[in-house]
């Protein structure tokens, strides 16, 4: 059963889920714990049977290390994160 404050659009691709009473039609509701806090969304079926699970739930933070300090990447000013994503990994033999 949906509860009446859940929103009846699907988590991935946005398309609306029909609602007959209280059940979904076209549609799954996932409940995930996140330390402690009930987070519930709602799949089409399309989009559950593609990826049953939760994704795109938050960004991954990056961090890395300037001068000893670890910092996140999103602290960085423009020159220095462009500088990041410009950064070529080399594989020595």
Not at 49 to 69: A, D, H, M, Q, T
Not at 77 to 87: D, H, M, S
């Amino acid at each position: 059963m949906v509860s009446k404050n859940a929103q009846n659009i699907c988590h991935d691709c946005g398309k609306e889920i029909k609602m007959v009473g209280d059940e979904l039609k076209n549609g799954k509701i996932l409940v995930y714990d996140d330390n402690g806090n009930k987070i519930t969304i709602v799949k089409c079926d399309g989009c559950y049977k593609k990826n049953p699970g939760l994704s795109n739930f938050r960004n991954c933070e990056v961090y890395s290390r300037i001068v000893g300090y670890l910092r996140p990447t999103s602290q960085w000013n423009k020159g220095k994160q462009q500088e990041y994503k410009e950064r070529m990994e080399f594989v020595v033999k």
